[in-house]
Structures are given as C-alpha cells and as structure tokens.
C-alpha cells in the first residue's frame, strides 16, 4: 500500500515537472502579426438594425431633397410621415426578422507587451433577447509571462455608414492560465447596426 502511494505521489511530481517545463519552454510569437478578416452573422429577431439604417436613410433622404428644393420640403416630409403611417404593422412584425453578416478584422495574436493572445471562436448567441446582439470569443494564450496582468483586447463597431457604433474592450484574465491554454466564453457586444468588427491592441486603439 505504502509503495503504491508513493509511486502515485512520484507520478503527480513529474506531471507538474512536465506542465512547467511545457510553459517555460513557451516563447513569445518572433513574427510580426498579420491581419486577415472572418464574416460571422447573427440574428436580429426585432430587426433593430434595419430600422435603424431605414431612418438614417430617411433622415438622408429628407436632407437632400430640403437641400434641392426648400419650397417643397414640407410636402415632402408630408408624403414620408403618410408612407411610415400607412405601413401595415402586422406586415411589419412579421418581416422585421432578419440575418445580418458582420465582417470582423483580426490580426493573427494580440499582445500588451507581456501576455500575447489568438482570438478563435466567434459567434453569437441568438437566443439572447436583448437591445444588442452579444457575441463570444475564446482565446488562446499564445505565451504567458504574467499572470497578474490580464491581457485587454479593445475592438471598435462599425455601421453601414463607416460610423463607429461601439468602442470598447474585452478582457482576458490570465490568473492560473498557461502558454497553450484557451480562455473560453468571452463576451462582448455590438449594436444591431453593425456590419463591422475591429478587434485591437491598446496601442492601436488609442490612435
């Protein structure tokens, strides 16, 4: 019984021996990062974005035509309420759903100087019932040095129009993970409206 015990306690000491070796063994990318871009969808069950864009277009539209002929503006803007009016509601329900495709900008590792990162895995959740559409990634720590420093990845939203919609950041908590592990289930969002995902390293998002 004694040597058993003593031969599971020797193969508990190499298993950590091994994991160490394998994390220090781990080096930080030499490569510069390279950008490629990936295109996911999600699902817009209210269809936020599109009516969204729709009175962005409108508000475009009565602009234009202000600008063009100011003595026929208030006809104009007439017609458009009477149109938004006269729009069945029931037919608006019905086809207000919809799949919208958003392309997102990744580089091949994100880094802070110390910690450095691969974003894989993105996708909605669609079963979220929320004003904006949330989203997950998972990271894999490429090479971690610092444990005590999380790694930040910053990511700005776009709209149709170019127009950022969201700026913000995720972070990815470095606490007891090793080079090669994969932090999963990070959240963020975006707005309906979104047809563009940046995602960037601090120094980039500052600019």
């Not at 450095?116 to 040095?145: C, P």
Request: aromatic share 8%; with cysteine; hydrophobic share 35%.
């Amino acid at each position: 019984m004694k040597t058993a015990k003593k031969i599971i306690a020797l193969s508990l000491v190499f298993c950590s021996v091994a994991v160490i070796l394998s994390s220090c063994g781990a080096k930080p990318p030499e490569e510069e990062a390279t950008t490629g871009t990936e295109v996911h969808s999600f699902l817009d069950k209210l269809g936020i974005g599109a009516e969204t864009k729709k009175a962005d277009d409108k508000t475009k539209s009565a602009k234009d035509k202000t600008q063009a002929n100011k003595e026929g503006s208030d006809k104009t803007e007439t017609e458009s309420a009477s149109e938004t009016a006269t729009e069945p509601e029931g037919e608006t329900q019905k086809s207000s759903a919809r799949i919208a495709d958003v392309e997102f900008v990744l580089k091949s590792y994100y880094t802070d100087g110390v910690n450095y990162g691969e974003i894989k895995n993105i996708r909605f959740d669609d079963e979220a019932f929320a004003s904006t559409a949330y989203g997950y990634i998972d990271v894999t720590m490429t090479y971690v040095k610092s444990h005590s420093k999380n790694l930040v990845i910053y990511y700005r939203a776009y709209d149709s129009a170019g127009k950022t919609v969201r700026n913000s950041a995720v972070v990815v908590k470095t606490d007891k993970i090793h080079s090669g592990d994969t932090v999963e289930h990070i959240r963020f969002n975006v707005p309906f409206s979104t047809v563009k995902v940046e995602f960037l390293n601090a120094d980039e998002a500052k600019k």
